[in-house]
């Protein structure tokens, strides 16, 4: 039986997966292992691994010697995903392009400046070129698939961009098709917080945690759900997008997307920034507000708990629904010092779950969206990675 059969079948489908995620706890087994694991039968073990081992997922690997007597048991682990993938993550400004094995082991990895906002068709151009670039560069030929990060929210059906608030060259735009008749490879195209999210939760901050939600603050806010160790996207695709949640009723500012008092209006990159040059009296960026939160600066602190306290108003509810374990902040804000943590836990604590949730800082940097794509063609192939934290 092939995945083809095990997906219209779903309890071998659910044997399966119960039998790959044994192994990813386990790290290698043999099938009396994976027994006691999962409690499943020897029979139907047997015949799972069987079948997981034609359709490349499993692997033999050498065992401990026990020095008993006879033939070692058989020893089971997760077979590493095949080919090379590209990943593109498409920012304001920006493509950030990496090759790479699915592992995840980067061979080759380039951030391009161009105009991202005004075409999505001529960035798509430029990111295909940059693919191909480095091919060449690693000497690789083959190319197996690509995943493509956007920050915006995506028709799940059609792959098509359904809003340009961020990029309003994308708008209607349908980028897996574009990109993949460029490349003649398939196209996976998600969310850009969902590719953090994946990112932190299977080699970040969260890879001790099935249920999470990674919030990623940058010029926009978006945020990304995992459920019971999967992305949840939501019955229309757009699960995780808080950043034009209203958290200031009375008064607020102005949000790019129409209405007022949005949680972007306060919390994002460009409104943290405002708040610090007003407090300074001078221009501030990203590298001087990193700098001041790193020597304990007052008002940099008390800007960044501000911004916590308003991400967190609007996580506690979701936490406590969700029985989420763990939030953990990322982008170019979520990675800043501890006062935007420490800002998030008090208002979860405060407003929300019965228990104490984990609020951590993400691990992964810029480099969580490129992981977290490498992720996802490995998930989408079947395979279930073991979740362990890596240096980015």
Known sequence: MREGTARRDPLRAANRRRVLEALARLGSGTNADLCRETHLSRATVTSVVAELRDDGLVRSVDGP???????????????????????????????????????????????????????????????????????????????????????????????????????????????????????????TADNDANLVALGEATYGAGAGHRDLVVVDLCDGIGAGLVLDGRLHRGTSGIAGEIGHVQVVHEGGRPCRCGSTGCLETVASAPQVLAALSDELGSPADLELLASLAAEGSTAAQRILRTAGLAVGRVLAPVCATLDLGAVVTGGAVGGLGTALQEGVAEAVDRRGSARAVEVLRGRLGTRAGVLGGFALAAQEQGHVLRPRPLIA
């Open 65 to 187: 010697r026990t020095g008993t007597r006879g033939r070692p048991a058989g020893r089971l682990a997760l077979a590493p995903p095949p080919g090379l993938t590209a990943v593109v993550e498409v920012a304001v400004g920006s493509l950030r392009v990496a090759l790479g094995t699915l592992e995840p082991r980067v061979r080759a990895e380039r951030v391009v400046r161009v105009d991202t906002r005004s075409s999505g068709t001529a960035a798509l151009e430029v990111a295909a070129r940059t693919v191909r670039e480095l091919q060449v560069e690693v000497g690789a030929k083959d190319l197996s698939r690509v995943v493509l990060g956007v920050p915006g929210p995506l028709d799940p059906r059609t792959g098509v961009v359904r809003s340009g608030v961020l990029l309003p060259g994308w708008a209607d735009l349908d980028p897996v098709a574009r990109l993949g008749g460029l490349l003649g490879v398939p196209v």
